[in-house]
């Protein structure tokens, strides 16, 4: 058996083992709070910023953000621009949160309340003890609202980013604005937490129709993927190729028939670049399964196929990740 040591010389995060500890968050809470220390401090930490080294979806990530929220680790809030106009999220993120944070998490190391022995001929101090306790109470109870308002408000900004980058998507894809109906569509699917990665995806599938595109026909794609079981982007990008391919083949029969040529059909498919590229990925996987791992990378380092990685099943691709020169 292979050993692999470690030697922690350079390019690792030292961190608290708080937030590891903590049985409020989940693990995919605790590894973006992980990833998120371990990046500098200019990094974009908005969303789209976070999909674009995570494999999960922006839902996913907001979720997981949201968590550590919840329990201190991380505030948000909008910074203005001198003109008092909404710019960009300010992100600050604590190893383990700051004792004032209002949260239960943020303290895990209450000390036990110290009783005292009461006064009775002196009851007006213990009344007055009492009245100091209420005012503290009353205290924290306010900063937690105030802190529970500020969170609200901090996820309805992030969501409206969300939605805005969702539209500035489609909107440059097929060329116009976005119709009302359209609009209600994309923000139904961000309150939703629907797969944004799915929803490009679908647009992309729909853009053939040109001037005829609604995103209703992108819903409709959406409900057809979700009766078929197809509920990740590698299916989706897969399903895709394979139904473009389908048709490339049928219509490349109907002209080879037209033109009583039996050769003009593979022709025809063999200077397709989505034939192609369905073959390659159909070889590649053939190439894994048989073991066949030198001939594996030899072709992953060859083919003008850029995206191929894209549709590969999981175990093949991260083969090819970890071995690749």
């Given at each position: 058996?292979?050993?692999?040591?470690?030697?922690?010389?350079?390019?690792?995060?030292?961190?608290?083992?708080?937030?590891?500890?903590?049985?409020?968050?989940?693990?995919?809470?605790?590894?973006?709070?992980?990833?998120?220390?371990?990046?500098?401090?200019?990094?974009?930490?908005t969303?789209?910023?976070?999909?674009?080294?995570?494999?999960e979806?922006?839902?996913?990530?907001?979720?997981?953000?949201?968590?550590?929220?919840?329990?201190?680790?991380?505030v948000?809030?909008?910074d203005?621009?001198?003109?008092?106009?909404?710019t960009?999220?300010?992100?600050?993120i604590?190893?383990?949160?700051?004792?004032?944070?209002?949260?239960?998490?943020?303290?895990?190391?209450?000390?036990?309340?110290?009783?005292?022995?009461?006064f009775?001929?002196?009851?007006?101090?213990e009344?007055?003890?009492?009245?100091?306790?209420?005012?503290?109470?009353?205290?924290?109870?306010?900063?937690?609202?105030?802190?529970?308002?500020?969170?609200?408000?901090?996820?309805?900004?992030e969501?409206?980013?969300?939605?805005?980058?969702?539209?500035?998507?489609?909107?440059?894809r097929?060329?116009?604005?976005?119709?009302?109906?359209?609009?209600?569509?994309?923000?139904?699917?961000?309150?939703?937490?629907?797969?944004l990665?799915?929803?490009?995806?679908?647009?992309?599938?729909?853009?053939?129709?040109?001037?005829?595109?609604?995103?209703?026909?992108?819903?409709?794609?959406?409900?057809?993927?979700?009766?078929?079981?197809?509920d990740t982007?590698?299916?989706?990008?897969?399903?895709?190729?394979?139904?473009?391919?389908?048709?490339?083949?049928?219509?490349?029969?109907?002209?080879?028939?037209?033109n009583?040529?039996d050769?003009?059909?593979?022709?025809?498919?063999?200077?397709?670049?989505?034939?192609?590229?369905?073959?390659?990925?159909?070889?590649?996987?053939?190439?894994?399964?048989?073991?066949?791992?030198?001939?594996?990378?030899?072709?992953?380092?060859?083919?003008y196929?850029?995206?191929?990685?894209?549709?590969?099943?999981?175990?093949?691709?991260?083969?090819?990740?970890k071995?690749s020169?």
């Open positions: 058996m292979a050993v692999f040591r470690v030697k922690k010389n350079e390019n690792f995060t030292c961190m608290s083992n708080h937030s590891l500890r903590n049985h409020n968050l989940s693990l995919k809470a605790k590894g973006l709070h992980a990833l998120m220390l371990s990046l500098p401090d200019d990094w974009d930490y969303l789209a910023g976070l999909n674009h080294i995570c494999k979806s922006i839902g996913s990530i907001n979720g997981a953000v949201q968590e550590l929220e919840k329990e201190g680790y991380i948000r809030y909008q203005r621009d001198e003109k008092g106009r909404m960009s999220f300010v992100y600050t604590f190893e383990e949160p700051p004792k004032n944070a209002g949260n239960k998490a943020s303290d895990p190391h209450v000390e036990k309340p110290h009783a005292e022995k009461p009775t001929e002196k009851p007006h101090a009344n007055q003890s009492q009245v100091n306790t209420n005012k503290q109470n009353t205290k924290r109870q306010s900063t937690k609202g105030q802190r529970d308002a500020y969170l609200l408000t901090s996820r309805a900004r969501m409206e980013q969300a939605i805005d980058e969702l539209r500035s998507f489609i909107e440059e097929i060329g116009r604005p976005l119709w009302h109906a359209e609009i209600r569509i994309c923000t139904g699917w961000v309150k939703n937490s629907e797969d990665d799915m929803i490009r995806l679908a647009v992309e599938d729909n853009l053939f129709r040109k001037d005829n595109f609604d995103l209703k026909y992108v819903q409709k794609t959406l409900d057809e993927w979700k009766s078929y079981g197809i982007p590698l299916k989706a990008r897969n399903h895709i190729l394979d139904s473009h391919v389908s048709n490339i083949s049928m219509m490349a029969a109907e002209i080879a028939e037209r009583h040529s050769d003009l059909r593979e022709k025809i498919l063999m200077g397709n670049e989505m034939t192609d590229l369905q073959g390659t990925r159909d070889y590649m996987i053939e190439l894994y399964q048989q073991k066949r791992y030198d001939m594996l990378l030899s072709v992953a380092h060859t083919t196929h850029k995206d191929i990685l894209d549709y590969l099943p999981d175990e093949v691709r991260e083969f090819i990740l071995y020169v």
